[in-house]
């Protein structure tokens, strides 16, 4: 989110008050009351979140707590684990607060992409600050797919790392500022296919470990192809029910969505000023929340929708179309999800298989079929929510 060309946090408090966390503390307890609500994740997220003091997260966890009752909190929190140490650990134990460290592979690609000031990279920090963590209970590591690591040198270092937890995301990115690995000509060309690609590796390693640890994108796919859940932010039919308090008490969109254009989640919503539901009348968050049944033509027509749900808003991005497109990641969702699901069906005995909803998939079929089916059109007025954000298009009434 601070690398990809939205800068308006700059204009924003780097950290967030108490009083903040007061006041956002009594609106979610009157949402949940008026909406039934019985469980919550309150993720504590950043830049670093470990830049924030101790006494910040006792009081925090103490408010939200005493404040919202009758209702399961899950409290987590994401760091890039530069500062984490005992003290942090015990805390975090303490205010039963999960913890994920954010790991980008080896050392020579860790190394690359995340530095300190001094141009140092922090692999040797991070490694220290799991194997810390693991004596706490803190065994959720994430990464984000770098196509410049072999399969199997990322699977090794998975293993060597020696967690339970592990989650792959892929790159922020759309259209107009693709990820590495894509050439801007052949995006979702039938042999262009280079995240799929390094997936299947993957998981072909992952599945032949007996000892294997728990992949949460592979998990999610699996259980989304044998029809036992609805997904997430990035995959499914979920509504995304995720919103982010600003350090300045701005209430807005997931804000991996400001990797699409300069101040795009900007609104004029503040805790001080405004509930939580008043979140569903700012447009993006329209769009955002039900991303997964607002879709692209060619996506009503796949036959995969309700697995991939259109992939993640932020992914769909153009500047000529707004988010009235398929995912720059469409055709490597089709190729992995085949592969995982003809994979499945091969791995069971055939009375099994034979009694399932589900059937052997071909990647090429699959193609031509979105490519040349027309049997479904896009509502109208869902077309031109989708098409309200394009970059040309910033008459909205920002206040950062």
């Known amino acids: 989110m601070y690398n990809l060309g939205d800068n308006t946090y700059l204009s924003q408090p780097k950290f967030m008050s108490i009083e903040t966390i007061t006041i956002f503390a009594m609106k979610l307890n009157e949402y949940c009351i008026r909406n039934d609500v019985k469980y919550l994740q309150i993720v504590f997220h950043g830049g670093e979140p470990l830049l924030w003091s101790m006494d910040n997260y006792k009081k925090s966890v103490e408010i939200f707590t005493k404040t919202i009752k009758n209702v399961t909190f899950d409290f987590a929190l994401q760091t890039n684990g530069v500062t984490l140490d005992d003290?942090?650990?015990?805390?975090f134990k303490n205010l039963n607060i999960r913890v994920g460290i954010s790991m980008d592979g080896p050392k020579k690609h860790?190394?690359?992409?995340?530095?300190?000031?001094?141009?140092?990279?922090?692999?040797?920090?991070?490694?220290?600050?799991i194997e810390r963590g693991k004596k706490y209970g803190f065994n959720s590591i994430l990464s984000v797919v770098n196509l410049d690591i072999s399969p199997?040198?990322?699977?090794?270092?998975?293993?060597?790392?020696?967690?339970?937890?592990?989650?792959?995301?892929?790159?922020?990115?759309?259209?107009?500022?693709?990820?590495?690995?894509?050439?801007?000509?052949?995006?979702?060309?039938?042999?262009?296919?280079?995240?799929?690609?390094?997936?299947?590796e993957v998981f072909k390693i992952w599945k032949t470990d007996t000892n294997r640890p728990m992949i949460r994108f592979f998990r999610t796919l699996i259980e989304l192809i044998m029809g036992e859940q609805i997904g997430?932010?990035?995959?499914?039919?979920?509504?995304?029910?995720?919103?982010?308090?600003?350090?300045?008490?701005?209430?807005?969109?997931?804000?991996?969505?400001?990797?699409?254009?300069?101040?795009?989640?900007?609104?004029?919503?503040?805790?001080?000023?405004?509930?939580?539901e008043d979140l569903h009348d700012d447009p993006l968050f329209d769009v955002y929340f039900n991303s997964h049944s607002m879709l692209n033509e060619k996506c009503i027509n796949c036959?995969?929708?309700?697995?991939?749900?259109?992939?993640?808003?932020?992914?769909?991005?153009?500047?000529?179309?707004?988010?009235?497109?398929?995912?720059?990641?469409?055709?490597?969702?089709?190729?992995?999800?085949?592969?995982?699901?003809?994979?499945?069906?091969?791995?069971?005995?055939?009375?099994?298989?034979?009694?399932?909803?589900?059937?052997?998939?071909?990647?090429?079929?699959?193609?031509?079929?979105?490519?040349?089916?027309?049997?479904s059109k896009i509502d109208k007025n869902i077309k031109n929510k989708l098409n309200s954000f394009k970059s040309n298009v910033k008459e909205r009434n920002i206040t950062c």
């Open 87 to 91: 003290k942090w650990c015990q805390l």
């Open 110 to 129: 860790h190394d690359k992409y995340r530095v300190f000031h001094n141009g140092k990279g922090s692999y040797d920090k991070v490694m220290k600050a």
């Open 152 to 200: 199997e040198e990322f699977y090794d270092e998975l293993k060597n790392l020696d967690v339970q937890n592990f989650n792959l995301l892929l790159p922020d990115g759309h259209y107009d500022n693709l990820p590495d690995g894509f050439h801007s000509d052949k995006v979702n060309t039938i042999d262009h296919t280079p995240y799929a690609d390094w997936l299947i």
């Open 232 to 276: 997430d932010q990035m995959l499914g039919t979920l509504t995304n029910g995720v919103a982010v308090l600003e350090t300045n008490g701005a209430l807005e969109v997931s804000d991996s969505i400001r990797a699409c254009y300069e101040g795009i989640t900007r609104n004029n919503l503040n805790i001080f000023n405004n509930n939580i």
């Open 303 to 375: 036959l995969l929708s309700n697995i991939c749900g259109g992939g993640f808003l932020g992914n769909r991005y153009s500047n000529e179309n707004g988010f009235d497109n398929p995912t720059i990641y469409c055709y490597d969702t089709i190729k992995l999800v085949s592969f995982i699901q003809n994979d499945i069906l091969s791995s069971l005995p055939n009375d099994i298989s034979n009694s399932l909803e589900i059937h052997s998939l071909d990647y090429a079929e699959m193609v031509h079929e979105i490519n040349n089916s027309t049997s």
